[in-house]
């Protein structure tokens, strides 16, 4: 199964329901959306994983940049344990809340389905070099884990295209 991204807008609040894996090949294409959302007001991110498997640090990182850097609010609701403790184990859930239970997307909204679309790898790279940057100014203890990736994604970045 590969990764699907399904969408809605109500009012001011974005839902993004993650289906199989949310890793860096969904991450353009996501934060393309998000900064979408953000230049046209949204407010608030639910972001449903009940049929995510799997989230990378990519990913959270993706999301996390519309919490420091666009002072958006962003929820996670029906994580698993396994995903729901990715990121806590990176300190994130003081920027993102995790609510417990199941929680549903409002049934009045129309959910669509966000094409992913394929990108060119120094496209991919910016984004993974700025999702990991984010990661490590929202906890100190993401440097160290971090670090080494940061410089190979710069040494990629430095190439010439």
């Known amino acids: ?50 049929k995510c498997r799997y989230v990378d640090s990519s990913f959270m990182g993706t999301l996390l940049e519309v919490v420091t850097e666009h002072r958006r609010r962003v929820v996670i609701i029906n994580a698993s344990e396994n995903v729901a403790s990715r990121f806590e184990l990176l300190g994130l859930v003081q920027f993102m809340p995790i609510k417990k239970g199941n ?32 990661l490590i ?5 993401n440097r160290e884990r971090f ?4 410089k190979l994604l710069r040494k990629e970045l430095e190439q010439k295209p």
């Open 103 to 134: 929680v549903s997307i409002p049934n009045t909204i129309s959910v669509h389905r966000l094409p992913i679309r394929s990108t060119d790898k120094r496209t991919l790279t910016e984004v993974v070099e700025r999702a990991h940057k984010q």
């Open 1 to 50: 199964m590969g990764s699907a991204l399904r969408v809605a807008t109500a009012a001011d609040t974005v839902y993004i329901r993650v289906e199989g894996e949310g890793t860096a090949n969904v991450c353009p294409t996501l934060r393309a959306f998000l900064m979408r959302m953000v230049t046209a007001g949204k407010r608030a991110f639910v972001v449903d994983l009940l």
């Open 147 to 150: 670090e080494p990736l940061l």
């Open 137 to 141: 100014k929202a906890d100190k203890r």
